[in-house]
């Protein structure tokens, strides 16, 4: 349930409400919009509810959100979402691209890809130091070594990092060194992890599950926010469809979609949703137009030699190439791309 204050509703009157949704065993999440204030009240709802609060002092209106996720509905939190990372500015008007190899090597590797990503125009970069993969063989990433080899390329370059975590108990040493915490696509149900990043105060990027609806995609991002943390971002990554020539299928409406229904940033990745290089500026561009608000691409320097995903993954040269297009699309667009 949300009630939506009246305009220039007095802190008295905020107050008398939040103590009183207290007094009923339920939460009071209070949210200052640009013109009203909006308080999500969260928990078991008692029938009668509804009614004590519409009498109450200050209130314009009652909504019963239908949706089952609320802190991330757009009825819950009209204005979007902007997350700041360094100079990054997720969620607004510019598409903002995050990018670098799928795993982390070695430091030259890393070095010299932030450094080539940054003088294309990436603000954030990215990195895998632990790596979900299908095989229990193949590399698994380095761990905290690969973590403090993307703390050195973010001195070189003053580049934020995003990485992901796959484990609770993980937590705590990822949050030391990245600015965004991943939530891979495999563990997009993994509640527990989703309860532990809900308490961390850095930005989490929750990637769509491969066979995840929009509904299990924004819970997934609900559970994040009911720890408290209201950074959130989507990313959609490609779904399992029928088709094997490609790795999974990029589901391009889910970025208007997602826009419609929240007020969190959504994010696309052509790389993992494509599998090929060669369709990775495409897919880009069309997320673009699209609307994303941002694009997570893997860029490898020798991507014949990468330990992960070479064959999604971008040279230098390609990577400025598509960073050209990106930018002639993103400067064409309807800012905000409306989903109204
Ligand atoms: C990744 O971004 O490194 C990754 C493994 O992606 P996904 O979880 O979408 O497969
Ligand atoms: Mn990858």
Same mark, same amino acid.
């Given at each position: 349930m949300i009630v939506v204050m009246a305009p220039g509703t007095a802190q008295s009157d905020l107050d008398s409400i939040r103590v009183r949704i207290e007094d009923r065993g339920l939460r009071a999440q209070i949210n200052t919009g640009a013109e009203r204030t909006v308080i999500g009240v969260m928990g078991?709802?008692?029938?009668d509810f509804k009614d004590e609060m519409e009498l109450?002092?200050?209130?314009d209106e009652v909504i019963i959100?239908?949706?089952?996720?609320?802190?991330?509905?757009k009825e819950f939190h009209p204005d979007d979402t902007i997350i700041k990372v360094g100079d990054a500015v997720i969620g607004g008007p510019k598409p903002v691209i995050m990018a670098g190899p799928c795993s982390v090597e070695d430091e030259e590797q890393m070095v010299s890809t932030a450094k080539a990503v940054k003088a294309a125009g990436a603000t954030v970069l990215r990195g895998g130091a632990f790596k979900p993969r299908t095989?229990?063989?193949? @590399?698994?990433g380095m761990g905290e070594d690969g973590l403090k080899l993307l703390q050195l390329a973010k001195q070189e370059t003053g580049l934020p990092i995003i990485t992901e975590v796959m484990a609770t108990a993980d937590v705590e040493t990822v949050a030391k060194y990245a600015d965004i915490l991943q939530i891979g696509a495999r563990n997009m149900q993994n509640y527990n992890l989703l309860d532990e990043v809900g308490l961390i105060g850095k930005p989490v990027m929750v990637k769509r599950g491969l066979a995840a609806s929009y509904e299990e995609w924004l819970l997934a991002a609900e559970y994040v926010m009911a720890?408290?943390?209201?950074q959130v971002i989507l990313c959609e990554r490609g779904v399992r469809g029928f088709?094997? @020539?490609?790795?999974f299928t990029l589901d391009v409406a889910a970025v208007p979609v997602i826009k419609r229904l929240s007020h969190l940033p959504v994010v696309a990745d052509p790389s993992h949703s494509t599998g090929k290089w060669y369709l990775v500026t495409p897919v880009a561009l069309a997320s673009v137009a699209a609307g994303a608000h941002g694009l997570l691409i893997e860029v490898h320097p020798n991507p014949d030699q990468a330990k992960c995903d070479g064959p999604q993954s971008l040279t230098f040269e390609n990577f400025d190439i598509l960073m050209e297009q990106v930018n002639a699309i993103a400067s064409v667009r309807k800012q905000p791309v409306t989903t109204g």
């Open positions: 078991s709802i008692p029938p109450m002092n200050g209130v959100i239908s949706k089952p996720y609320k802190l991330a509905s095989s229990p063989y193949s @590399f698994r720890g408290g943390n209201e088709e094997t @020539f490609t790795r």
